[in-house]
Each structure stands twice: as C-alpha cells, then as structure tokens.
C-alpha cells in the first residue's frame, strides 16, 4: 500500500491552485518520491520530504541548490518535484568524503563520519539517479561547499551539510548571498549537538540567517528541527 503522508498547510494550500488532474499527478510523483526513499541512506524524513516537494510544486524554481547530499534522501524528492513542474534543475554539493563530513565534529558525531563508506553511497546516490531518469534535473557537484564554484540566481536553498560551527555558518554566508530576493532558505538540524557542552552547533548560522532574512516556517520532529526563511 502507497504510504499516505499528513496533509501539511502547504500541500491543503496548494490544493486551491491546481486541478483535480494536477493534484492526482502530484500526489503520484510523492508516492513514488516516498517509495525511492526507503533504499536510500540518510535522515530526511516522509514529512519533511512531503513538505519540500510541496514547496517546489508552489514556488517552481530554476534554480534548486542542495550542501549536503549524502545519500540523496532529501535530494531525490525534490528532484522529482522539478521533474514533475518540467522546470528546474537541482545542483547537489557533497565532496563525499569522511575528512569533510568529519570535520570539527565531536564524540559519536565524529566517530560515526570518521569511518562510513562515501563511495558507496555516492555510487548509490547516481544509480537511484539513473534508475528514475532524472539526469536531467540533476547537476552533481563532487566537492565541498567551501571549494565549489558559486551558483547564482538561486531559488531555493537547502544546507544540511558539515553540521560543526564554523561550517554550517559558513555555508549560510558564502551561499545565502546568492539567493534570489524572495527566493527560500532551509537549514536543517537546528538542534543538532545540542548533547554536547554549548548546545546546537547550527545555533550560529540559524542566528546569521535571522539577522539577514526572515524566518517564516519551523518544523521540530522527534529526531530533527528545521526551518525556512525567505531572502529579503
């Protein structure tokens, strides 16, 4: 049986704008979206993935810009939203390498990333790509979000990279910058290492990101919070 997510008050929104026709061809691409998800490493969730799609269905971007892919859980989906709109493409930044993962992290967090296999989950990330023929909505970018060459004119932009202080904020001020006026932000794990003495290693780019856009949605799971700001 298709797994039938919770209604967000984004997807209720968009059923206002669509058809009868368009819904049920949205609601198909999620189910697959959904189904792809479960072989694939990673930590976004169904709900979470529901509510990216949603997000893509209503705004329609161009330009769709991922820092930190990993195993393409959250990447996918939203590939296949682009895929639906026949608009857009969705550049996925990840170096796929344990030295950048692992970088000033602490405890279990470093361990963990000091040891996984990243080319077995990249090679899985481009067969899945392959698999649902989204080649052409997908750009892989092999390399870190320091070193990867500026995109601009983004429309959407999703960091879950390097979670450590200094790289999640400094993702949120090489790439934030680039963001279309109007254009959406999320920042994944805002509550990530908050176990650790100093609490969330995110709390600083979350802090930059409210001083230089606006913080409009925010989600809290069991294992994970997140939020969307818009670029003023």
């Keep these: 049986m ?9 997807e209720c929104y968009s059923e206002s704008l669509y058809s009868d026709v368009q ?3 949205m609601k198909k691409t999620k189910n697959i979206a959904l189904s792809c998800m479960a072989g694939l490493d990673g930590w976004c969730s169904r709900e979470k ?3 990216l799609m949603d997000l893509l269905f209503l705004k329609r971007p161009k330009k769709v810009v991922e820092i930190g892919v990993w195993g393409g859980k959250s990447l996918l989906p939203m590939a296949m939203a682009l895929n639906e709109n026949k608009r857009g493409v969705i550049y996925g930044i990840d170096p796929w390498k344990n ?4 970088y000033m992290l602490e405890g279990e967090h470093l361990d963990w990333w000091t040891q996984v296999d990243h080319e077995r989950i990249y090679e899985g990330f481009i067969s899945t790509i392959q ?14 979000s320091k070193d990867a060459k500026i995109i601009e004119e983004i429309d959407f932009l999703h960091i879950d990279g390097n979670h450590s202080e200094a790289s999640s904020l400094s993702d949120v001020k090489k790439w934030v910058p680039h963001v279309k006026k109007g254009g959406l932000i999320i920042l994944d794990d805002l509550d990530y290492g908050e176990e650790l003495e100093g609490g969330a290693t995110t709390k600083k780019a979350a802090e930059w990101l409210d001083s230089n856009c606006t913080r409009f949605l925010q989600f809290k799971a069991e294992k994970n919070e997140w939020a969307v700001w818009v670029k003023s």
């Design 131 to 144: 698999l649902y023929h989204l080649g052409d909505v997908v750009e892989v970018i092999r390399a870190s």
């Design 49 to 51: 993935a529901t509510i």
């Design 99 to 102: 030295d950048a993962s692992a």
């Design 2 to 10: 298709d797994y039938i997510p919770p209604k967000s008050a984004i």
């Design 23 to 25: 819904i049920r061809k």
